[in-house]
DNA sequence: AATACCGACAACCGCAATCCT
DNA sequence: GAGGATTGCGGTTGTCGGTAT
């Protein structure tokens, strides 16, 4: 493993871009686009090696990123996600094509993990041992979220006047494998689960399902629809707001049998599907 | 008002995978 | 096929702003 040889190198600045590092960043990859990074530093004069200019390009100046207020839905997704696939924000990222695998990452660890911490240890105050492993097993589906993140750094992209693609042809138009092969990285990752392996195949993007849709079949979201969900959380948020002390509706539809429902038919449609 | 503490997020680091010659 | 270069990824750290003392 060689490193890029301007890490190292003495004047290489670090910290946070300030908007002129942005604006040169942002004017070279329109003339060239995003590729050869290493050439970046050098051709543009920034003082920054190419990962750094890469990165910053990647989870903040790139078109099409949506940052700060996850939707519930989002969420959901997110739980969902990280279940099935564990810490693999790349890919959980793929299946939220504005959302960057940093912005999620940094979401769960802040947010999320403290979120199913705190549930958990509210559930096991109310449930027996037995009854709180079930749980503890069962997919963390949605939680309630009155998302406090919020940025107050603008979304420099939209200096990039007259250049936004569709962010649903980003990935393949920019020649990265991210977004390109999520279905078979979600199909093969389910194989893995369920069986012994380790190492996906990137070439083996080939499906006829687009990854939103294969997500929608895994999850069964048809019968959990955003808008009982979103009225779920309305719901919720009012319980908790009108009573801090009380069992969430969250908690509620975990307990739920309705919910105990819809966990079986998740893992047998995934079960089935793959 | 000053300081300590904490949470949120941006950025960096190291490694692995992939690409290119 | 080998080896170097480049890119992708996930964990971790640093910085900054807000809040508590």
Redesign the pocket.
């Known amino acids: 493993?060689?490193?890029?040889?301007c890490?190292d190198e003495v004047g290489i600045?670090?910290?946070?871009?300030t908007p002129e590092e942005d604006a040169v960043l942002i004017s070279y990859i329109q003339e060239h686009g995003?590729?050869?990074?290493?050439?970046v530093p050098i051709h543009t004069g920034l003082m920054?090696?190419?990962?750094?200019c890469?990165?910053?390009w990647?989870?903040?100046l790139r078109p099409g990123i949506k940052?700060?207020n996850f939707t519930p839905h989002e969420e959901k997704m997110i739980i969902h996600l990280q279940t099935l696939?564990?810490?693999?924000?790349?890919?959980?990222?793929?299946y939220l094509p504005q959302r960057t695998?940093?912005?999620i990452?940094?979401?769960w660890?802040?947010?999320l993990k403290?979120k199913i911490m705190k549930y958990r240890t509210t559930i096991d105050s109310y449930m027996t041992p037995s009854d709180t492993t079930t749980i503890h097993q069962a997919v963390p589906s949605f939680l309630h979220a009155s998302s406090?993140?919020?940025?107050?750094?603008e979304n420099i992209s939209r200096l990039l006047k007259d250049w936004m693609t569709p962010v649903a042809d980003s990935n393949g138009a920019?020649?990265?494998?991210?977004g390109a092969?999520t279905g078979t990285i979600l199909k093969q990752e389910a194989q893995e689960n369920m069986t012994v392996g380790?190492?996906?195949?990137?070439?083996a993007c080939n499906v006829a399902l687009s990854p939103q849709e294969q997500l929608d079949s895994l999850l069964s979201f048809e019968d959990w629809d955003n808008s009982s969900a979103d009225a779920a959380f309305d719901e919720s948020n009012q319980s908790i707001e009108s009573n801090e002390g009380s069992l969430s509706l969250f908690e509620t539809w975990l307990l739920d049998e309705t919910a105990e429902k819809m966990q079986g038919r998740l893992i047998e449609d995934w079960q089935q599907q793959y």
């Open positions: 493993m060689v490193r890029p040889p890490c600045k670090k910290g946070p871009w995003p590729r050869n990074w290493r050439s920054r090696c190419s990962k750094s890469r990165l910053r990647t989870n903040y940052r700060g696939l564990g810490n693999r924000w790349a890919a959980i990222a793929s695998d940093n912005d990452k940094n979401y660890n802040t947010h403290k406090t993140y919020a940025s107050s750094t920019n020649g990265t494998s991210a092969c380790n190492n996906y195949d990137h070439s």
